[in-house]
């Protein structure tokens, strides 16, 4: 459909595939009018290419042919695969995706280039998002969302065939463009840009989906009846706000939609939103799991006790692990009130002690001694004796347990000398001996022994300053709305009381009353010192002014004593110089060097284009500097004054949001351009590459003023590198005419250079005869097809080489075999390694400059200077080129 022109194209099947052209006008009078249609046969779809001009594919050649609106053969153009089944719009003018072996083919038919390709198995239809920035590839079992320049944002896989699909055009909830339905034989389903995808409801009948408004899906049946659905997008527009970061919109479903299931919950999960994911669970272990995984040690407790309850309802005793893993996330987090707890449901006495020994809480560690004590827990005793520093009790735990050599060893050395006599009587009489027991502990030196003695805690509080847990935005934006709904319940308490309160101010008049009130509402009544003036007429201190007797003089210069010293002249607050508001206000490389900061520039510029080498914009940095400043005499004697040239001025001074007038400007550019061109046309190669040279050097820094500037900016800079590396394959050229193998093939790279009409005339020409004189004739049947074709070889002026083209096609026809194996295939798409010019090909490794974008393969380039622009480093990923500020 072509709206502009009141054009549709009706495609068909039958008879092999066919088309008809139909043209209708609308007339306010008439009621519109339909012409009779132009048909032909053509093989898959056909699309527009443009306001006048649409594209088939010829069943017999598999060729794209282009007709105006009239039906008519305008241009012939060899796909890039010679098996293309069909092409479908390529979502932009000028641009065609072809399909051809299982693979989807973006293709520019002016310039007969491969922009990109993506494996697509089985495909049956391409449908664009209404803003054309998304396509779906919608194949027999699979679903591919990418954007304009066909890269794969997601891929979806079905069990069922996959019937037709449609984009969301809502023009509220933000679903317009990004929500993708599709259906199956029984089910219609929805995928995301994100890759997320789920079921909407099931179906009867197969369906054919054409428009998806809010909760309505309009489609056919399979009599091409007209039907609309009733679906619910509710869990999509809910995953589509959680990946774009709607927090609001979030929070509003949670407390007002029905979402719920467990295919939710672990959806929450694996996305790491576990506190959005506790208000759709009431199971209280999944609740308890939830809770641990945000940090949430309350809602945590709360399902513990839960589930206590109920283990010891059922008669179970399965909360172990449950208070286990509480006490993990309450140590984690700091709060070792919560730890003790837990760990005395799990009667963990050895973590228990260790944490009342942290915490310095030694009343409770005794407690501990005599738990073991009472438990009959020798290691347990001795470990809270030790942790103590209770050498009486270890001798005694010692004793008890039959090691009484070594409780004598551990007497004697601590001074306990009733002990160790006891114990040593106790030996003797168990027919023993105390001698020599002493010889074998060393005492002196740095492995003798010591006293075993904790150190005495100087802080005991009640708790640890917990580690905080930062709030998400989802839990901010909760607490917002629960204040706000407090605000509004309190409001709607004081408007009922008001309301209550209205017939006993019905006798008294109140004109104005609204508006006095509400502007009262917006005063802030504060201390007196805030009150300026209105503070002036009354003076209500202690002592009271009366009015002064007859009799009695008034010093009338008194007054001046009572001046206070707030009336004294105060300096102006001191202004921001122009160069600080530059640098503040802008990340644009060109507005720091005006404002002086050189090294600023070049860092923003290495972090944006991995620029490098400053040496050959130096003349252009400096001229930012010298013209965002104008130098003006003063009085005689003094020195000259300097003005700051702006920018955004027209309107009036813009203050600390001022921005430097820039000395290089996108006409500049423009001109410079003009001059590659004429230069290159006249084949003064050297004077043209360094035109370009000149521009690359200058383009990062000049500024734009909106998006399309900016975008003629990098239209620029494509410019730029293909002709700086269309000149350097020239010049390779010459070196290499010598070798027709090489010089073959550099003249085939020549020719896929995105030069303009004209010039890429004159590069098949050159390589058609180089081609042709090296005998690689079917090259240079390829070059002289391709120059046939050309729009401007119509013209009378070109009709010798027109005659000659032919001559060589036929020629080259007759002889059909190339003399040399050369490295290329025009129906292959690849780009030039701008370092040795040899293609790369889409599943070679390469590196890019990202500045201009030239490509290399090998991986000795790989943080290398770029041969192309000569200022950034090749292989290193940056945001790239900045044009505004």
Same mark, same amino acid.
């Given at each position: 459909?072509?709206?502009?022109?009141?054009?549709?194209?009706?495609?068909?099947?039958?008879?092999?595939?066919?088309?008809?052209?139909?043209?209708?006008?609308?007339?306010?009078?008439?009621?519109?009018?339909?012409?009779?249609?132009?048909?032909?046969?053509?093989?898959?779809?056909?699309?527009?290419?443009?306001?006048?001009?649409?594209?088939?594919?010829?069943?017999?050649?598999? +060729?794209?042919?282009?007709?105006?609106?009239?039906?008519?053969?305008?241009?012939?153009?060899?796909?890039?695969?010679?098996?293309?089944?069909?092409?479908?719009?390529?979502?932009?003018?000028?641009?065609?995706?072809?399909?051809?072996?299982?693979?989807?083919?973006?293709?520019?038919?002016? #310039?007969?280039?491969?922009?990109?390709?993506?494996?697509?198995?089985?495909?049956?239809?391409? /449908?664009?998002?209404?803003?054309?920035?998304?396509?779906?590839?919608?194949?027999?079992?699979?679903?591919? =969302?990418?954007?304009?320049?066909?890269?794969?944002?997601?891929?979806?896989?079905?069990?069922?065939?996959?019937?037709?699909?449609?984009?969301?055009?809502?023009?509220?909830?933000?679903?317009?463009?990004?929500?993708?339905?599709?259906?199956?034989?029984?089910?219609?389903?929805?995928?995301?840009?994100?890759?997320?995808?789920?079921?909407?409801?099931?179906?009867?009948?197969?369906?054919?989906?054409?428009?998806?408004? @809010?909760? +309505?899906?309009?489609?056919?049946?399979?009599?091409?009846?007209?039907?609309?659905?009733?679906?619910?997008?509710? &869990?999509?527009?809910?995953?589509?706000?959680?990946?774009?970061?709607?927090?609001?919109? /979030?929070? $509003?479903?949670?407390?007002?939609?029905?979402?719920?299931?467990?295919?939710? /919950?672990?959806?929450?999960?694996?996305?790491?939103?576990?506190?959005?994911?506790?208000?759709?669970?009431?199971?209280?272990?999944?609740?308890?799991?939830?809770?641990?995984?945000?940090?949430?040690?309350?809602?945590?407790?709360?399902?513990?006790?839960?589930?206590? +309850?109920?283990?010891?309802?059922?008669?179970?005793?399965?909360?172990?692990?449950?208070?286990?893993?509480?006490?993990?996330?309450?140590?984690?987090?700091?709060?070792? $009130?919560?730890?003790?707890?837990?760990?005395?449901?799990?009667?963990?006495?050895?973590?228990?002690?260790?944490?009342?020994?942290?915490?310095?809480?030694?009343?409770?560690?005794?407690?501990?001694?005599?738990?073991?004590?009472?438990?009959?827990?020798?290691?347990?005793?001795?470990?809270?004796?030790?942790?103590?520093?209770?050498?009486?009790?270890?001798?005694?735990?010692?004793? &008890? #347990?039959?090691?009484?050599?070594?409780?004598?060893?551990?007497? *004697?050395?601590?001074?306990?000398?009733?002990?160790?006599?006891?114990?040593?009587?106790?030996?003797?009489?168990?027919?023993?001996?105390?001698?020599?027991?002493?010889? @074998?502990?060393?005492?002196?030196?740095?492995?003798?022994?010591?006293?075993?003695?904790?150190?005495?805690?100087?802080?005991?509080?009640?708790?640890?300053?917990?580690?905080?847990?930062?709030?998400?935005?989802?839990?901010?934006?909760?607490?917002?709305?629960?204040?706000?709904?407090?605000?509004?319940?309190?409001?709607?308490?004081?408007?009922?009381?008001?309301?209550?309160?209205?017939?006993?101010?019905?006798?008294?008049?109140?004109?104005?009353?609204?508006?006095?009130?509400?502007?009262?509402?917006?005063?802030?009544?504060?201390?007196?010192?805030?009150?300026?003036?209105?503070?002036?007429?009354?003076?209500?201190?202690?002592?009271?002014?009366?009015?002064? !007797?007859?009799?009695?003089?008034?010093?009338?210069?008194?007054?001046?004593? !009572?001046?206070?010293?707030?009336?004294?002249?105060?300096?102006?607050?001191?202004?921001?110089?122009?160069?600080?508001?530059?640098?503040?206000?802008?990340?644009?490389?060109?507005?720091?060097?005006?404002?002086?900061?050189?090294?600023?520039?070049?860092?923003? %510029?290495?972090? $944006?284009?991995?620029?490098?080498?400053?040496?050959?914009?130096?003349?252009?940095?400096?001229?930012?500097?010298?013209?965002?400043?104008?130098?003006?005499?003063?009085?005689?004697?003094?020195?000259?004054?300097?003005?700051?040239?702006?920018?955004?001025?027209?309107?009036?001074?813009?203050?600390?949001?001022?921005?430097?007038?820039?000395?290089?400007?996108?006409?500049?550019?423009?001109?410079?351009?003009?001059?590659?061109?004429?230069?290159? +046309?006249?084949?003064?190669?050297?004077?043209?590459?360094?035109?370009?040279?000149?521009?690359?050097?200058?383009?990062? %820094?000049?500024?734009?003023?909106?998006?399309?500037?900016?975008? !003629?900016?990098?239209?620029?800079?494509? =410019?730029?590198?293909?002709?700086?590396?269309?000149?350097?394959?020239? #010049?390779?050229?010459?070196?290499?005419?010598?070798?027709?193998?090489?010089?073959?093939?550099?003249?085939?790279?020549?020719?896929?250079?995105?030069?303009?009409?004209?010039?890429?005339?004159?590069?098949?020409?050159?390589?058609?005869?180089?081609?042709? @004189?090296? *005998?690689?004739?079917?090259?240079?049947?390829?070059?002289?097809?391709?120059?046939?074709?050309?729009?401007?070889?119509?013209? &009378?002026?070109?009709?010798?080489?027109?005659?000659?083209?032919?001559?060589?096609?036929?020629?080259?026809?007759?002889?059909?075999?190339? !003399?040399?194996?050369?490295?290329?295939?025009?129906?292959?798409?690849?780009?030039?390694?701008?370092?040795?010019?040899?293609?790369?090909?889409?599943?070679?490794?390469?590196?890019?400059?990202?500045?201009?974008?030239?490509?290399?393969?090998?991986?000795?380039?790989?943080?290398?200077?770029?041969?192309?622009?000569?200022?950034?480093?090749?292989?290193?990923?940056?945001?790239?080129?900045?044009?505004?500020?």
């Amino acid at each position: 459909h072509n709206p502009t022109e009141g054009n549709v194209l009706v495609c068909s099947d039958v008879d092999g595939g066919c088309y008809e052209l139909v043209t209708f006008s609308f007339n306010s009078s008439t009621g519109g009018t339909v012409t009779d249609g132009k048909r032909g046969s053509c093989m898959g779809p056909a699309v527009f290419l443009g306001r006048n001009r649409f594209a088939v594919l010829d069943r017999l050649q598999r +060729q794209i042919v282009v007709k105006n609106m009239n039906n008519e053969t305008t241009k012939r153009v060899q796909p890039p695969s010679p098996n293309v089944e069909a092409l479908f719009d390529g979502g932009a003018s000028g641009r065609l995706l072809l399909f051809a072996e299982d693979r989807v083919i973006l293709f520019e038919v002016q #310039s007969r280039r491969v922009l990109s390709e993506i494996s697509a198995r089985k495909l049956k239809n391409i /449908v664009w998002s209404p803003d054309g920035s998304k396509a779906a590839l919608l194949c027999k079992y699979d679903v591919i =969302i990418v954007n304009r320049q066909l890269e794969q944002l997601c891929s979806i896989s079905d069990t069922v065939r996959i019937k037709s699909g449609a984009w969301d055009i809502s023009p509220t909830g933000g679903t317009a463009n990004e929500l993708f339905v599709y259906t199956t034989l029984h089910h219609v389903k929805y995928c995301l840009p994100t890759g997320d995808t789920g079921t909407i409801r099931t179906l009867d009948n197969a369906i054919y989906a054409q428009r998806v408004v @809010k909760d +309505q899906l309009f489609c056919l049946d399979k009599e091409a009846r007209a039907r609309v659905l009733s679906v619910d997008t509710t &869990e999509a527009r809910f995953k589509l706000a959680l990946a774009n970061k709607k927090y609001g919109q /979030v929070m $509003q479903m949670v407390r007002h939609s029905r979402l719920c299931g467990r295919a939710i /919950v672990a959806y929450l999960q694996s996305k790491d939103f576990p506190e959005v994911a506790l208000h759709f669970v009431r199971e209280p272990r999944t609740k308890l799991r939830l809770a641990l995984a945000c940090g949430n040690i309350e809602a945590a407790m709360e399902c513990a006790f839960t589930l206590e +309850q109920q283990a010891a309802a059922e008669g179970k005793e399965n909360s172990r692990d449950v208070w286990s893993e509480l006490g993990n996330e309450a140590l984690r987090q700091g709060n070792h $009130q919560v730890v003790e707890m837990s760990y005395q449901r799990t009667k963990d006495f050895d973590r228990l002690s260790f944490l009342y020994l942290i915490s310095g809480d030694t009343e409770k560690l005794r407690k501990m001694l005599k738990i073991s004590n009472m438990r009959k827990d020798i290691m347990g005793r001795y470990h809270n004796a030790l942790l103590l520093g209770d050498a009486l009790e270890r001798v005694k735990v010692l004793d &008890e #347990s039959g090691n009484r050599p070594l409780a004598y060893i551990s007497a *004697k050395l601590h001074g306990l000398e009733e002990e160790a006599e006891k114990l040593k009587i106790a030996i003797e009489t168990n027919d023993g001996s105390v001698e020599g027991l002493l010889e @074998k502990v060393s005492i002196e030196g740095k492995s003798g022994g010591r006293l075993l003695q904790p150190p005495t805690p100087i802080l005991r509080a009640n708790n640890w300053a917990t580690l905080e847990v930062k709030k998400t935005t989802l839990e901010d934006l909760q607490a917002a709305a629960e204040e706000n709904e407090d605000e509004n319940k309190e409001a709607a308490i004081v408007q009922e009381g008001n309301d209550q309160a209205a017939d006993w101010e019905e006798d008294f008049p109140t004109t104005g009353a609204g508006g006095v009130a509400s502007a009262l509402d917006d005063l802030d009544l504060g201390d007196d010192d805030g009150m300026g003036d209105w503070d002036d007429d009354l003076d209500l201190g202690d002592d009271v002014v009366m009015t002064p !007797e007859k009799n009695k003089e008034v010093d009338e210069m008194a007054i001046l004593g !009572e001046v206070s010293d707030d009336t004294q002249y105060k300096m102006p607050p001191a202004g921001r110089p122009a160069a600080g508001c530059w640098v503040t206000n802008s990340s644009h490389a060109a507005d720091h060097m005006a404002a002086g900061g050189a090294s600023s520039a070049m860092q923003l %510029l290495n972090r $944006q284009i991995a620029a490098s080498d400053f040496s050959f914009m130096k003349d252009a940095m400096i001229g930012c500097y010298v013209g965002s400043t104008l130098s003006m005499p003063g009085v005689p004697g003094s020195v000259s004054m300097s003005v700051p040239l702006l920018r955004n001025d027209g309107p009036g001074h813009p203050g600390t949001e001022s921005l430097p007038r820039l000395s290089i400007k996108l006409k500049d550019l423009v001109s410079g351009i003009r001059n590659g061109y004429r230069f290159f +046309q006249g084949g003064k190669f050297n004077d043209s590459l360094s035109a370009f040279q000149n521009i690359l050097i200058q383009i990062p %820094l000049v500024g734009t003023e909106n998006r399309n500037e900016g975008n !003629e900016i990098k239209e620029i800079l494509e =410019i730029c590198r293909e002709y700086i590396t269309a000149i350097r394959i020239k #010049s390779t050229m010459t070196d290499n005419a010598s070798d027709p193998k090489r010089s073959t093939e550099l003249s085939a790279y020549f020719t896929h250079c995105n030069l303009q009409p004209v010039h890429i005339l004159l590069a098949l020409r050159s390589a058609m005869g180089t081609a042709f @004189k090296h *005998k690689n004739f079917i090259v240079a049947a390829s070059f002289a097809r391709r120059l046939l074709e050309l729009p401007d070889m119509s013209s &009378e002026r070109n009709a010798n080489l027109r005659i000659k083209a032919t001559k060589v096609l036929q020629k080259s026809e007759q002889m059909a075999r190339n !003399e040399n194996n050369l490295d290329y295939s025009e129906t292959t798409a690849f780009s030039i390694d701008c370092k040795n010019f040899t293609p790369i090909y889409a599943n070679d490794n390469c590196v890019k400059c990202s500045y201009c974008g030239s490509s290399y393969s090998e991986d000795s380039m790989n943080g290398q200077p770029c041969v192309t622009c000569k200022i950034s480093t090749a292989g290193v990923e940056t945001i790239g080129l900045v044009t505004g500020s």
